[in-house]
């Protein structure tokens, strides 16, 4: 009997993944890089999703840049201690619900998330302005300012 192949562990192994000194920079892509947050009404439901999921796991959302194929996230666990995936894993959920209520089906999102802890402070305001700067790459606003899906939500550590 062949043993079915393993998975490629996307995790580092023994990182605390709830640590409180932790920051994340996340990406989280729709199944197939498909154009899936194109409505007005779905994208706002979706942000409100975030700030929802931030407060019932205590985490905090510094950046966050709606695209119209992915998410990208800026965020800490504090001092909670509830892993980083538990705050993702609420938003893909919650997200699938309401992409489903919008007449899609199926699986929507890539098997999991990116993520990449940021090593030094310092770095925190260069990938935040990346995030932001998302839309403007993409041609989709000529500011950051101007792309409504994108924002801050909590203050930067100091």
Known sequence: MDNPPKRKQIRLKQFDYGSPYAIFFLTMCSLNKKAIFVDNG?????????????N????????????????HLL?????????????????????????????????????????HVVRKREDLKSIGQY????????????????YPYCGLLDPFPV
């Open 42 to 54: 779905l994208n706002n439901k979706i942000i409100d999703t975030l700030k929802e999921e931030k």
């Open 56 to 71: 019932r796991v205590g985490h905090s959302i510094y950046v966050y840049c709606l695209m119209p194929d992915h998410l």
């Open 75 to 115: 965020a800490s666990p504090l001092g909670t201690r509830i892993p980083i995936t538990q705050l993702m894993g609420g938003i893909s959920s919650k997200a699938t619900r309401l992409l489903w209520n919008y007449g899609f089906s199926g699986k929507i999102f890539q098997r999991s998330f990116y993520d």
């Open 131 to 146: 995030i932001l700067d998302n839309p403007v790459r993409k041609g989709l606003a000529e500011k950051w300012e101007a």
